[in-house]
C-alpha cells in the first residue's frame, strides 16, 4: 500500500487549498482514512478522518467547519479542502490508512502514510 500526497503550498490567511492523497497497492474501499499534521517542533496531530464509505467523517475542533474530507473510492483518492485558513494550520499535512471501517484519530491506530505535503499560511 502506497499514499501519496500532493496540493500543499504557500496561502494568504483566510485562503484556501485543497490537498489530494493518492491510494495504490490496494483498493481504496477496504480502508479508513486519515489527515494529520505535524507543526515544527510538535506533535503529530489529528485533522480529519472519514470511513470507508464515506459515511462517518470526524474532524478536529480547531478545524470543524473550515476542513472537509472526502473520498472517491473509484478513484483512488481522499481530499482535504480547507477554507479560511489560519497560519496556526501551518504544518507538514499527511494521509494515513487504516484497514477498519472506521476512522479514528489516533496516529499509532493507522497502518500506511504517505510522505507529507508542506502547507504554509502566511501573508
Known amino acids: 500500500v502506497q499514499l501519496q500526497a500532493s496540493g500543499g503550498g504557500l496561502v494568504q490567511p483566510g485562503g484556501s487549498l485543497r490537498l489530494s492523497c493518492a491510494f495504490s497497492g490496494r483498493t481504496l474501499s477496504r480502508y479508513a482514512v486519515g489527515w494529520f499534521r505535524q507543526a515544527p517542533g510538535k506533535d503529530r496531530d489529528f485533522a480529519a478522518a472519514?470511513?470507508?464509505?464515506?459515511?462517518?467523517?470526524y474532524y478536529a475542533d480547531s478545524v470543524k467547519g473550515r476542513f472537509t474530507i472526502s473520498r472517491d473510492n473509484a478513484k483512488n483518492t481522499v481530499a482535504l479542502q480547507m477554507n479560511n485558513l489560519k497560519p496556526e494550520d501551518t504544518a507538514v499535512y499527511y494521509c494515513?490508512?487504516?484497514?477498519?471501517?472506521?476512522?479514528?484519530?489516533?496516529?499509532?491506530?493507522?497502518?500506511?502514510w504517505g510522505q507529507g505535503t508542506k502547507v504554509t499560511v502566511s501573508s
Open positions: 472519514i470511513s470507508r464509505s464515506g459515511g462517518t467523517t
Open positions: 494515513a490508512a487504516r484497514d477498519s471501517l472506521l476512522p479514528s484519530r489516533v496516529v499509532r491506530e493507522y497502518d500506511y
